[in-house]
């Protein structure tokens, strides 16, 4: 029996990226950077550090993490934020694209989309809230890479309202 193989971001080590993955392989590696919000319900701007991971492990699956700072207009640390993790798959078609993430604000939305020439475009199709969290009707995210930057940007629809804008940033792999 073969000893469990650890999770990998590096291509070039570990385990093999699955086939069905092809479409997602730019993403995978860790980034770190930061970029602007605006609280959808408020309209509340504010500044934020990231850091996020695409790993995987030779499945057909990719594990994503994303960690986040409120930072001040010096890039100072204010206080630790928001937190993420989940899946991102391939879907049924090609170019089709699943993600599953929950946060720590007690919310898990599923995702579906495409995948294009090094962007995915996703939109909830589902949102489910914990008895203790802010209900929110949907997300719609727009990752790219970009040279050697992943940028993104995210519509959040609060609870009865429209979507509006809420995040964006750019990131470089570490």
Do not use: C, K
Not at 103 to 115: I, K, R
Request: proline share 5%; hydrophobic share 40%; charged share 20%.
């Amino acid at each position: 029996m073969n000893a469990p193989v650890a999770d990998t971001a590096d291509l070039r080590t570990g385990v093999p990226i699955h086939d069905a993955l092809l479409a997602l392989l730019p993403l995978v590696g860790r980034w770190e950077g930061g970029g602007d919000g605006v609280v959808a319900s408020t309209g509340a701007q504010f500044r934020y550090r990231q850091q996020l991971s695409f790993v995987h492990d030779g499945r057909p699956f990719l594990a994503y993490e994303a960690r986040s700072w409120l930072v001040d207009e010096a890039g100072e640390t204010i206080r630790l934020a928001w937190r993420e993790s989940g899946f991102w798959r391939p879907g049924g078609g090609q170019d089709d694209v699943e993600a599953v993430i929950s946060s720590n604000t007690g919310q898990a939305l599923l995702y579906v989309g495409v995948a294009g020439d090094q962007r995915w475009d996703l939109r909830s199709i589902s949102a489910v809230p914990t008895p203790t969290a802010r209900e929110v009707d949907g997300e719609r995210r727009l990752y790219a890479v970009v040279g050697t930057e992943l940028v993104y940007a995210t519509e959040l629809a609060p609870a009865g309202r429209p979507y509006a804008a809420h995040l964006n940033a750019r990131l470089a792999r570490v």
